[in-house]
């Protein structure tokens, strides 16, 4: 069984403060990594992805994986309470034709 | 560009009665994946269309069934409802290249109540 981990939280963080969401799969053999940001009633919103090893930058979030530990986190910097919503971790497993979802990790930035 | 568009946006239909949810893929993709959420979970994959055949399918009953026509729009059929039917659909289209190469991303999806 093919398994993708969050947790569920909720976590609080400060206005303009790094938030830290982080993420563990269960298979070596996962190709592709994704972020996706949930509003409440609202569909998923594709804003990371991530295939190799190490870091990967875009504005104010930073996608980071770790294939050896199967583990991949997002960090958003500058918190924003317009950031506050379900974040989404979902693993393209070698082979599938499907990505495998966490149940999300709900962020609430305090103003 | 146009992205991908779900209809309906809200339906409420009753146990034992028969659905229908469409999408339209973004231009230029010939691949559509359906996804199932519900409250409180991540989405969940039902199956995948590619070039009008099924490409792949979850751990989903043969009530949920699709089609794919020749435009690369999708339909999701749902026969006989279950109250756990409840949940947001969500379609997402994808580019030619598949698996790694295709971020997907999904249409605003359909809220499909069942009493």
């Known amino acids: 069984q093919k398994e993708v981990e969050q947790n569920s939280g909720p976590l609080s963080v400060p206005e303009g403060a790094i938030a830290s969401l982080n993420c563990t799969y269960s298979?070596?053999?996962?190709?592709?990594f994704f972020w996706y940001r949930q509003y409440s009633g609202k569909s998923p919103e594709l804003i990371m992805f991530?295939?190799?090893?190490g870091d990967k930058e875009d504005g104010r979030f930073t996608a980071q994986l770790n294939k050896a530990s199967q583990y991949v986190s997002l960090l958003i910097r500058d918190s924003q309470p317009s950031d506050s919503a379900t974040y989404l971790c979902?693993?393209?497993?070698?082979?599938?034709?499907?990505?495998?979802f966490g149940t999300g990790t709900r962020l609430t930035i305090i103003p | 560009e146009t992205g991908v568009t779900q209809s309906p946006t809200h339906l409420i239909k009753t146990r034992g009665q028969q659905v229908t949810l469409r999408c339209s893929s973004q231009s230029g993709h010939n691949t559509v994946s359906w996804y199932q959420q519900a409250l409180g979970q991540g989405p969940q994959f039902i199956f995948q269309?590619?070039?009008?055949?099924?490409?792949g399918r979850g751990n989903f009953p043969p009530r949920f069934s699709g089609l794919q026509f020749p435009n690369y729009s999708s339909e999701l059929n749902v026969n006989a409802l279950e109250l756990d039917d409840s949940a947001l659909y969500l379609c997402a289209s994808s580019a030619p290249a598949k698996g790694r190469d295709s971020p997907l991303h999904f249409g605003n999806g359909t809220r499909l109540t069942v009493t």
């Open positions: 991530i295939y190799s090893n």
């Open positions: 269309y590619y070039r009008e055949e099924e490409n």
């Open positions: 979902a693993v393209n497993f070698f082979g599938n034709e499907k990505l495998t």
């Open positions: 298979d070596r053999g996962s190709q592709s």
